[in-house]
């Protein structure tokens, strides 16, 4: 893809040692990998390169906010993320991305694509669960939270459903005794 191109990092004719790259992401980038999760985003890169004769080693640093809604009350906020990765790439016959920590380019490769381990980067970082830091808080009430059951409410209010109904199947007592017998 041309739009990649511009997270080609060009090794060769440069002298072994370290070399640093910046980069800024937007949402244009993940759309890149077809990621609509991130409607905004605001993420700085930071990439170390060590380079030597057999091999170049890659540290990549980000930081910066995705803008993702709650899983509790959908509403969107600010996510903060951060994050680094490290991984070597060794010159080899052919190429070969098998392992996360280590990939193989052809030896007459002049530049490597860094644009997959970035994004890899970043999308890793973002938390599993997300909660808006109001409502991680206390500070804000989710307002779908009436929507959420609470278990031991809603057992309370069965066993009052079946307290008030005169006339219980004996099937449906003998249940309910194994469950009053439980609690005891």
């Not at 041309?2 to 002298?15: E, N, P, Q, V, W």
């Not at 980038?29 to 077809?34: S, V």
């Not at 995705?66 to 490290?86: A, H, R, T």
Request: a negative charge; hydrophobic letters at 35%.
């Amino acid at each position: 893809m041309k739009a990649l191109k511009s997270y080609d990092i060009k090794f060769s004719g440069l002298k072994n040692g370290k070399h640093q790259y910046r980069f800024h992401l937007d949402q244009e980038f993940f759309k890149l990998f077809d990621n609509d999760e991130f409607d905004r985003c605001d993420i700085d890169i930071v990439i170390d390169l060590d380079k030597s004769d057999q091999l170049l080693e890659f540290s990549i640093y980000h930081k910066g906010t995705l803008e993702v809604p709650c899983d509790i009350s959908g509403e969107m906020f600010d996510q903060e993320i951060k994050g680094n990765l490290n991984f070597i790439v060794k010159f080899s016959d052919t190429y070969n991305d098998d392992r996360d920590d280590l990939i193989f380019i052809p030896y007459h490769s002049h530049l490597f694509n860094i644009a997959q381990q970035i994004y890899e980067s970043v999308v890793l970082s973002v938390p599993g669960k997300r909660i808006h830091p109001d409502i991680a808080s206390g500070k804000k009430k989710a307002e779908n939270a009436k929507y959420i059951i609470n278990y031991d409410e809603y057992q309370t209010s069965v066993e009052q459903e079946v307290d008030n109904n005169q006339t219980i199947d004996p099937r449906w007592a003998a249940l309910k005794k194994i469950l009053t017998d439980k609690k005891q």
